[in-house]
């Protein structure tokens, strides 16, 4: 990516995809959105799939998807799409500057776009995957649409609309994972929107399109990320933008959905009334936080950002050995009594982290002890120097109350906390620790088994009692 001036990616399919004059778009995608049913889903939309054919073709499907997340407010939207133009290695993050379209320019959030990349090695900062070219007559597209045709629906149904477009050269698991932990680790703190840009089937058969759309739509639903990339590797389920899906899911995952909801199907022979020929399957869908898994009581981003600074406060003062102070003049939630772990990071590794599953004192308050703790007294490291200060990175963990899981079924990889209860040990590991390590629901209870001083396979003994716990994870940038 250049470093000169703000970059705006042109239009490259406007008047082929999508109508190219202004007051005819909105029209046409205002239409869309009126011809839809707002599902009314419960829940927090984190995440959804849509096509992106020309909108004669599946701007119906896809408006069936914004038509979910129409009123709903985001700080940013996350769009993945695939490459259809362009040859690269991974995924390329178009960083900063804007997209235009006929209906304007939208911005990108170009904090969480650093954010992202800085957790993913190999995920570049590039305009690759997003370059316009001149007009040819050799070339039937100017540029990747996937993402493009997405924008205008965002940008009537998304109130001051910034987005962090992503292009996506690769498939496989691995890369999926990372960058859907990348991006779930950065929106922490940040209402994100993820939108998957996918056609489904391609080929010459009617018949098959409507079986492996089915089974397709089907594999979405269980919402199993590792499982949908495999099926799709054997060819059993099919989409162009098989690993935006992916990435989607895992992201989602991370921030908390655990429901997936198939919205809409069609396919182009049905636009067409053709039944022979070329198909191409579409299908939206979305992923959410049900209102059984939503965590009461998050906390405002002003309170968030008081906790931090109480929380780096006190690590300076105990680092230089000063005496500390009660947090006063605490707004109400400040004061609630709740378990709390402060982590220290430097330079992206763990430095410390120690915390409370249960507390009589505020919140406030616990986060003040668990940071001089996590800083000074936790076993595995030494004490934080001085010269280390202005390295360390803060992040606080606001915890539920904990409960009984009666089956690890229940078990929500990225969304719970695990406690392993036995007589010989308890361990405790936090949500985001298993996000970040990729790991599935039995490593998870195994690491936390490890976690207590237990054999690995502990959690099956009917002595055991496994407790899950939410966690409002927030930390400093």
């Not at 849509?50 to 709903?72: D, K, L, M, N, V």
């Not at 009581?297 to 009660?326: C, D, F, K, M, Y």
């Not at 959690?459 to 966690?471: C, D, L, N, Q, Y």
Request: charge should be negative; aromatic fraction near 6%; proline fraction near 7%.
């Amino acid at each position: 990516m250049q470093k000169v001036g703000n970059p705006i990616r042109e239009p490259a399919v406007a008047g082929q995809f999508y109508p190219a004059d202004p007051d005819v778009l909105k029209s046409t995608v205002d239409d869309l959105l009126a011809s839809r049913k707002d599902p009314s889903v419960a829940g927090e939309i984190v995440a959804v799939i849509a096509p992106h054919a020309g909108y004669p073709y599946s701007g119906s499907t896809a408006a069936a998807a914004f038509c979910a997340i129409r009123h709903r407010p985001y700080d940013a939207v996350v769009v993945l799409c695939p490459s259809h133009q362009e040859m690269f290695e991974g995924a390329s993050v178009y960083a900063r500057g804007g997209y235009r379209t006929p209906l304007g320019t939208v911005p990108v959030e170009e904090d969480l776009a650093r954010d992202i990349l800085g957790q993913v090695p190999g995920i570049r900062a590039s305009d690759a995957g997003h370059r316009v070219i001149p007009p040819s007559p050799l070339a039937r597209l100017r540029g990747e649409h996937a993402i493009e045709v997405q924008l205008p629906f965002l940008q009537e149904t998304v109130p001051d609309l910034r987005i962090v477009p992503i292009v996506m050269a690769e498939s496989d698991f691995d890369l999926c994972r990372r960058l859907g932990q990348a991006i779930a680790g950065a929106s922490r703190g940040r209402r994100v929107l993820l939108v998957a840009s996918s056609d489904l089937y391609h080929g010459y058969s009617y018949d098959e399109c409507l079986r492996t759309d089915s089974e397709t739509l089907h594999q979405i639903e269980a919402f199993d990320p590792e499982a949908f990339s495999r099926r799709v590797e054997r060819r059993a389920c099919q989409a162009c933008g098989s690993a935006p899906i992916t990435t989607a899911m895992v992201s989602a995952r991370g921030m908390g959905a655990d429901r997936a909801a198939v919205l809409a199907r069609t396919n182009s022979g049905d636009v067409t009334g053709l039944r022979e020929g070329y198909v191409v399957g579409y299908g939206a869908a979305l992923f959410y936080r049900s209102p059984c898994e939503a965590r009461e009581g998050e906390l405002t981003a002003a309170q968030r950002a008081h906790l931090l600074q109480i929380a780096r406060t006190a690590i300076q003062e105990a680092v230089h050995g000063r005496p500390l102070s009660p947090p006063e003049g605490l707004p109400g939630a400040l004061r609630t009594s709740q378990g709390a772990f402060v982590t220290l990071k430097h330079r992206g590794e763990l430095r410390g982290c120690i915390g409370h599953i249960y507390a009589h004192a505020s919140v406030a308050e616990t986060v003040q002890q668990m940071a001089v703790a996590a800083a000074l007294r936790d076993p595995r490291f030494p004490p934080v120097s001085p010269d280390e200060l202005l390295e360390i990175q803060v992040e606080i963990s606001i915890l539920s109350p904990p409960r009984k899981a009666e089956d690890v079924e229940q078990i929500r990889v990225g969304l719970h906390g695990l406690i392993i209860h036995h007589p010989d040990g308890q361990g405790l590991l936090l949500p985001q620790v298993a996000l970040e390590r990729g790991w599935d629901r039995e490593t998870f209870l195994a690491q936390t088994c490890r976690k207590a001083g237990l054999p690995k396979d502990a959690w099956k003994r009917p002595e055991t009692e496994i407790s899950v716990f939410f966690a409002e994870v927030f930390g400093e940038r």
